[in-house]
């Protein structure tokens, strides 16, 4: 007998948990909609306005992740295991945090972005947020594993292209002419945007972990 | 009936932790006032040896840290959450230990703080200390919630401070005309400061979670 | 009674997680031995040959690890406290992924290593590595506390002398008339190496709390 199939006997579901994930994915989607399309505007200072709105949004994301430990203190039985729903929240609030750090780090530095790095990372993580999407909406009822495993390994895989196009862009500029502040700014904020697939796949591997369990 | 009613009916409180956590929160506070007046002395030899003896309180700290691993280990039974004693002693060290690679760093490369930055970092992270010792003071009885609410909100404001000092501090340097080299070193010691008030944050967020469950 | 005197009535002994930390320890041992032999080599060439092939043995490593989560789902008693046995887990794969990482810059920034601070690393992460083996393959059995207390006393020694290796190696950079761009890169690949020590100093932590526990 399975540590899932033992909790599903003794535990009634407590949904509010469930909502609240989906709610926090939602926004997570419309955050990352908005990145992607603010870094395909050619008209920057319009690009930097789109971008400013991410904050509202990560604001939003803060409240929810609030509202899920406030019922994770007050909820003796859960419907999943507690350390899970507790790095599940963490883990899907670090997403909207980097992507915002990342947002402000583009208004501010005003970097000069040659090789189109900036959406090609709003593609990656876009979609990665799509697959944690689907991930998350299927914990309620846990039917089609198959769809959620695909979800998670391509999570996984949109890591490891965010993690070769910081590689490859941190080498081109290596061998370029530009100025080392210039670099300094560029580097910081690459580095942010793959820390933003990093926690997706942190997402993708609770999920995973929840699915062995409950399944 | 929630977790921390049930909780308050089976487990014989050990106290052995709350005075752990209370040597713990006391060194901190000695380390924040001191890191405080350090970076107001104007005779840098002055400063640099008040840094240097940091590196006790660091000490100290970790053999407190030590003891509560063994009592975690020796105790079936403990007052508060097994994991919520790990997490918080781990971010308590945290404090202590970005506290001591800030100030070492701040001896040994010397930048020029032209802005003021430094004393301005060791004012919130004293404060943030302050409110910390507040809480940790508080799991004892947890009679004054307002009171310790308090203290963790003001703790997540503090951060919030202390990462807008550290944008705007960037983008100062970034327009100004200091070399590539004193920038990195700058760098490197202001996010070393603000990661500090992160740890405070999540020292803050730990006790906000056992405050909901026990109450 | 102990927490750990209570699991050994409970608990029959799962034997599978042994086996599956035991070949991530071996293949850790394997990593950090070639990994000191390619910095040692200095036909550069043959060195980037030899640090390419890192990439199988990280690759390994990270199928036993999904292996481990796999049973851990699977398990409903295993014989070590689950989260042990995850942070155990993540904190080996972190070992393999970050001396990975440090190897691809390696290869890709081909940095001017004056001080010869890349083999001396080196030699640090494949002693830290032969303590942690020793840990692993104790797990098993417990009988002899001390040299598995002693294994852990080195990896946190080690990790000591890694972070002041990179503070001197640093300090030296800062004080010698290398381009900015050179600084960066080889600050990016220092601090990568000092982050292997500090994983593996998290896992002598959990080898150590699980002494603890069970003794």
Redesign the interface.
Known sequence: ????S?LKIFLPKDRVFYGLFEEVATTLVQMGDLFKSALQEKDLSKRDEMLRTLEDFEHKNDEITHRI??E?????ITPLDR?DIHYLTTSLDDIADYMWGAA??IV??QIHDEYNTLPAFAEIISKSIGAINTGVYSLRDMKDLRAITAACVLVNSLENDADDLL?QT??KL?SSNI???E???Q?DIYQMLEVVTDKCEDVA?VI??I???YS
């Open positions: 007998m399975s540590f899932g033992v430990f406030i994770l203190g007050r909820n003796f350390e402000k780090r501010n530095y590689d941190m080498m290596f100025t080392a502040v670099l300094i700014k580097k591997n995973e972990s699915i062995i369990k």
